[in-house]
């Protein structure tokens, strides 16, 4: 992210701090991943008092640090429901997977990590890819199938990579980031080098063998990865209950021996505590964790669109999950710390709202791929 734009971040944190008494210095941190590696640095092992659902955070790093949680899942949120809104223009010619409705779990998880830890998405790859820092310019700019796009416009939305920002590949393959990610940690436990490396993967995905053999061969080496299971219950249109047994996730890790941790998946601040644990021990040479995270897609499986009135899935059980929004419990969060109100609020969009516009607008009229290039980087 730009200097500038973090600038105007730290001044919208200053004003929030004002509001909840605190008195801050005006100095802009030099880059959002310095804040959020010393916001997370201060975070860990901090107590925090509950009332009423409500976690009460006591100290201004927490307010500070949730404040850029608050903003990460609210940039995802308005960059999906500009491509949702701009999709029948008919210039996005690929499939997109929105993570409308699941942005707390891969803002949780990446605020954990640090640029140098590696991350392998799924089908379902803009929140990951975004949280963990990747090019906004490029992502968009792939989508659009143009030259400047994160893979020269050769793979589109299910394809996203940013390895400088540690965000490796995006496999639309069900179950394919689960040994890449396996793989990259067997690597680092060899050079003896204290990186993470996390696979994202949803809930069809634990009926896939490789999740199991990955499970298995992690465990027993000790490896320091992060299996993320974003349980969304849907497997395109199949429901968890029609293809497992009644029984926690978390079971699965267990039958290997291996740790695992239940958690809300909209509730940001409890997806970064528990992940940090988990990176915590496997940097210490602990090994691995699996991490359930429950969570609601809002949209459609494929596509810019709503589809409660197919049948997979009733308008009632949409709304009951929808009250969960990320945005409105980290919200609710930070107004019991008196960390933000509508002005705030209003600030932050109209700040992404700008940095949005002038991304799809460098994306539309950016160039596409040359066309005697189009065999390059084709093996088989």
């Given at each position: 992210m730009i200097r500038g734009a973090l600038g105007s971040l730290w001044n919208i944190i200053i004003e929030a701090g004002r509001l909840a008494?605190?008195?801050?210095?005006?100095?802009?941190?030099?880059?959002?991943?310095?804040?959020?590696?010393?916001?997370?640095?201060?975070r860990v092992g901090r107590e925090r008092v509950v009332f009423d659902g409500v976690v009460a955070l006591i100290s201004n790093e927490e307010r500070h640090f949730a404040l850029t949680l608050f903003r990460d899942i609210l940039r995802i949120r308005l960059i999906e429901e500009a491509i949702a809104s701009r999709y029948a223009e008919q210039e996005m010619r690929c499939p997109v997977h929105l993570s409308i409705g699941q942005e707390a779990a891969a803002v949780g998880m990446c605020a954990a990590l640090t640029p140098d830890d590696r991350m392998f998405s799924t089908h379902r790859c803009h929140a990951h890819y975004l949280a963990k820092g990747g090019d906004l310019k490029a992502m968009m700019a792939e989508i659009y199938g143009k030259a400047a796009g994160c893979v020269g416009g050769r793979g589109g939305s299910m394809h996203l990579q940013d390895q400088a920002a540690g965000l490796m590949a995006s496999v639309p393959i069900v179950g394919g980031s689960i040994p890449m990610a396996v793989g990259t940690a067997l690597s680092d436990s060899l050079d003896g080098n204290d990186r993470v490396s996390v696979a994202c993967f949803g809930d069809a995905a634990i009926e896939e063998g490789v999740?199991?053999?990955?499970?298995?061969?992690?465990?027993?080496?000790?490896?320091?990865?992060?299996?993320?299971?974003?349980?969304?219950?849907?497997?395109?249109?199949?429901?968890?209950?029609?293809?497992?047994?009644?029984?926690?996730?978390?079971?699965?890790?267990?039958?290997?021996?291996?740790?695992?941790?239940?958690?809300?998946?909209?509730?940001?601040?409890?997806?970064?505590?528990?992940?940090a644990a988990a990176v915590a021990r496997a940097r210490a040479g602990q090994g691995p964790t699996l991490l359930v995270l429950s969570t609601y897609r809002w949209r459609e499986h494929c596509g810019p669109n709503y589809d409660n009135s197919i049948g997979y899935r009733t308008e009632a059980e949409f709304e009951a999950w929808k009250v969960r929004d990320p945005l409105a419990v980290l919200r609710a969060q930070l107004t019991q710390a008196g960390a933000i109100d509508a002005a705030v609020e209003a600030r932050l969009v109209d700040e992404l709202t700008g940095e949005i516009d002038a991304v799809f607008e460098?994306?539309?009229?950016?160039?596409?791929?040359?066309?005697?290039?189009?065999?390059e980087f084709v093996y088989a």
């Open positions: 008494g605190l008195s801050l210095g005006r100095g802009a941190p030099a880059c959002s991943r310095s804040v959020k590696a010393l916001a997370s640095r201060v999740f199991h053999e990955s499970m298995n061969f992690a465990e027993l080496r000790k490896l320091p990865v992060i299996f993320l299971l974003e349980n969304n219950l849907y497997s395109v249109y199949t429901p968890l209950a029609e293809r497992q047994p009644a029984r926690p996730l978390t079971d699965c890790a267990r039958a290997f021996g291996m740790t695992a941790e239940a958690v809300d998946g909209n509730d940001a601040l409890a997806v970064h505590a528990t992940a460098f994306a539309r009229s950016a160039p596409f791929p040359v066309p005697a290039q189009a065999q």
